[in-house]
């Protein structure tokens, strides 16, 4: 089943592959300088309709859930993660394509062992050492965008029973 697992943010970490292949998360940059978050959303919405238009169009899309407006880092954060939902959410609904929201804490203590942490750093930096230790980033790629939407492909295949298959081929218990 070929999905497409989304970190998403001004810099968002993407994952577009089959769940039963290792992920090779990748980055999309949507927030430039001088750019607002309606920008950053209508560019995303073309890249997806791009996604979407292509022979590698997902069957399914993973995202973590959105955070209440007061649960962001800013204002601009939180106005550009809303608009980016949004646009996910129409072009998605375009082409009858379901979305799976997931909370954070979820995918990351399926990924990490541990859902919460005490900083969101701390967080970052769990993510980025499981997606190391599963081989979906090298030892020297720190980029935790890229992590959590691996996170979030590895939370997907594991609720589909496919990522526990390669885990027990990986690591013989």
Same mark, same amino acid.
């Given at each position: 089943?070929?999905?497409?697992?989304?970190? =998403?943010?001004?810099?968002?970490?993407?994952?577009?592959?089959?769940?039963?292949?290792?992920?090779?998360?990748?980055?999309?940059?949507?927030?430039?300088? /001088?750019?607002?978050?309606?920008?950053?959303?209508?560019?995303?919405?073309?890249?997806?309709?791009?996604?979407?238009?292509?022979?590698?169009?997902?069957?399914? =899309?993973?995202?973590?859930?959105?955070?209440?407006?007061?649960?962001?880092?800013? /204002?601009?954060?939180?106005?550009?993660?809303?608009?980016?939902?949004?646009?996910?959410?129409?072009?998605?609904?375009?082409?009858?394509?379901?979305?799976?929201?997931?909370?954070?804490?979820?995918?990351? #203590?399926?990924?990490?062992?541990?859902?919460?942490?005490?900083?969101?750093?701390?967080?970052?930096?769990?993510?980025?050492?499981?997606?190391?230790?599963?081989?979906?980033?090298?030892? @020297?790629?720190?980029?935790?965008?890229?992590?959590?939407?691996?996170?979030?492909?590895?939370?997907?295949?594991?609720?589909?029973? =496919?990522?526990? #298959?390669?885990?027990?081929?990986?690591?013989? @218990?």
């Amino acid at each position: 089943m070929r999905v497409l697992a989304l970190d =998403i943010a001004g810099r968002t970490g993407y994952v577009l592959g089959d769940l039963s292949a290792r992920p090779q998360p990748k980055i999309l940059s949507l927030a430039a300088e /001088g750019k607002t978050a309606a920008d950053a959303a209508a560019r995303f919405g073309l890249w997806l309709r791009d996604v979407f238009e292509s022979p590698n169009r997902p069957a399914s =899309i993973v995202v973590e859930r959105n955070l209440a407006g007061s649960a962001q880092k800013g /204002g601009h954060a939180s106005e550009m993660t809303m608009k980016l939902h949004g646009a996910l959410t129409a072009v998605a609904a375009c082409y009858r394509i379901p979305i799976e929201r997931v909370a954070a804490s979820t995918a990351r #203590k399926s990924f990490t062992g541990r859902g919460t942490y005490p900083s969101r750093e701390d967080a970052k930096r769990a993510s980025v050492k499981a997606a190391q230790f599963h081989g979906f980033l090298d030892k @020297f790629d720190n980029d935790n965008d890229k992590a959590d939407a691996a996170g979030l492909f590895f939370w997907l295949g594991l609720q589909r029973g =496919i990522a526990q #298959k390669r885990l027990q081929e990986a690591i013989p @218990f």
